[in-house]
């Protein structure tokens, strides 16, 4: 067995106080500290945790006893602590998204294929149960030849302001109007991650410049990115020969469910979602030119949702619209394999934050790759990034440069 991991989490915000809890049962850890620049937080957190502190991001990466480093600071400041904390010999855990820069991007996969460090990025729309689904029934040749699917991140901004003024106070505005696009991974991971080898070639993306919160949004400096656009989408051009729309939305009558697959074709079969139902079509071996529709609903939806949807429907879709699902895991999801430690421990985003968090300890303790490695990231990334420039651009095609494959003798952790 390795060393145990000795794990600096960096940013004591409202995000990483479901993390923590979880790095400390983890079996393969043996220690965790926490850090903010704002002492005050990483004091309450020691308090509420009983873990200890260490001072500044610079001593945890000093330190030669700390060996690993979870980035939960905000969006912006990913890349460049990524880059530094692989620099100083630790692997990284780092909340979504990667980086808000392609050549940071590109830069953490050199280190990374040089160092060997363990690289894994919190990407919960892994996890989630559409995404298992479709990669599990894509691997079973139920779908045919993929040909087109559709996936939608809705999070509107009046429920962020809590967010951005974290870290951001009465600025926070600022932080607020970045591209919806620079945040593109929980739904790229989504579709991406149920075809290996598939990555996106061509971007081509159209923004929407009209929203009322002419505060946030716009070119007059409203925000630091002069961001005009609260809602975009784009079209993806695979490798496949496949089509990928991604939505991402932050002005949007809409909040749950937030980040899902609407629809996922194939030459053989499809999936569909709306809101609650889960449904699988195939064509009917016995019957030409039919389909066998399959309602899957009950193993993508939490026990709390599947055991009253059918008696009770509006009374259930409001109970989803209203986030009840949020904490609880799904029927596909493969709990069994987490430790047993995890037992008890508040979930999150529909029960994927304990394989997040597992992945990466695993990943660490067996040299293996995680799922969410940076090769895959790269490719749940970089297509958002240019997709912005493509829609200032009023939607030019843009080519997206991909990084490959991992080596050949780096194993995936669960492949
Ligand atoms: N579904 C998801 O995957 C999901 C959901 C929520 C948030 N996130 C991600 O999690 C991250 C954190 O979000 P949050 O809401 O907790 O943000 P936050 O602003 O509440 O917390 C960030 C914290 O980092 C601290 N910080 C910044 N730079 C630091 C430094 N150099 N050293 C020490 N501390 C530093 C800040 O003081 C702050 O307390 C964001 O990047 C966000 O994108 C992901």
Redesign the pocket.
């Known amino acids: 067995m390795k060393e145990k991991i000795k794990i600096a989490v960096?940013?004591?915000?409202?995000?990483?106080p479901s993390f923590v809890p979880l790095f400390k049962a983890h079996p393969f850890v043996e220690k965790v500290y926490v850090?903010?620049?704002?002492r005050e937080?990483a004091e309450n957190f020691s308090e509420r945790f009983g873990v200890d502190i260490i001072d500044?991001?610079e001593q945890a990466l000093e330190s030669d006893e700390i060996n690993s480093i979870a980035?939960?600071?905000?969006?912006f400041?990913?890349g460049e602590?990524v880059i530094a904390a692989l620099k100083a010999g630790k692997h990284v855990y780092s909340?979504?998204?990667c980086s808000l820069s392609v050549d940071e991007i590109i830069e953490i996969e050199k280190l990374v294929r040089e160092t060997q460090l363990t690289y894994s990025m919190?990407?919960?729309g892994y996890y989630r149960a559409a995404a298992i689904f479709c990669r599990r029934e894509f691997a079973k040749g139920t779908f045919g030849k993929f040909t087109y699917a559709e996936a939608h991140y809705n999070h509107d901004i009046r429920n962020m302001e809590r967010?951005?003024r974290?870290?951001?106070g009465d600025e926070w505005r600022k932080y607020a109007g970045i591209p919806p696009m620079y945040?593109p991974t929980?739904s790229t991971a989504m579709i991406l991650s149920t075809m290996p080898g598939v990555y996106a070639k061509k971007v081509i993306a159209l923004g929407f410049s009209g929203s009322p919160r002419t505060d946030i949004f716009g070119v007059e400096g409203q925000n630091l990115y002069n961001n005009p656009f609260s809602n975009t989408t784009m079209l993806l051009e695979l490798s496949n020969g496949g089509i990928a729309r991604v939505s991402e939305n932050r002005c949007v009558g809409w909040k749950a469910p937030e980040?899902y697959i609407s629809q996922y074709y194939g030459t053989d079969g499809g999936y569909e979602f709306s809101v609650a139902h889960h449904s699988l079509a195939h064509w009917d071996p016995e019957r030409p030119g039919k389909v066998i529709m399959e309602d899957v609903t009950k193993e993508l939806q939490p026990k709390c949702i599947s055991d009253v949807l059918y008696s009770d429907y509006a009374d259930t879709i409001q109970k989803i619209a209203d986030g009840a699902d949020f904490y609880d895991t799904v029927p596909i999801q493969p709990v069994e394999r987490l430790p047993e430690e995890f037992k008890g421990i508040r979930n999150g985003?529909n029960g994927t934050h304990h394989f997040l968090i597992d992945d990466f300890c695993r990943a660490v303790e067996t040299g293996k790759l995680s799922p969410t490695n940076i090769w895959q990231v790269a490719r749940y990334n970089i297509p958002g990034l240019l997709a912005h420039e493509s829609a200032l651009q009023g939607g030019v095609a843009i080519d997206v440069p991909d990084l490959g494959e991992p080596p050949e003798d780096w194993e995936v952790l669960w492949s």
């Open positions: 960096i940013g004591c915000g409202r995000f990483s850090c903010d620049e704002k937080r500044s991001f980035i939960f600071t905000q969006r400041k990913h602590m909340a979504v998204p919190g990407e919960t967010s951005f974290s870290s951001g945040y929980h980040t985003h």
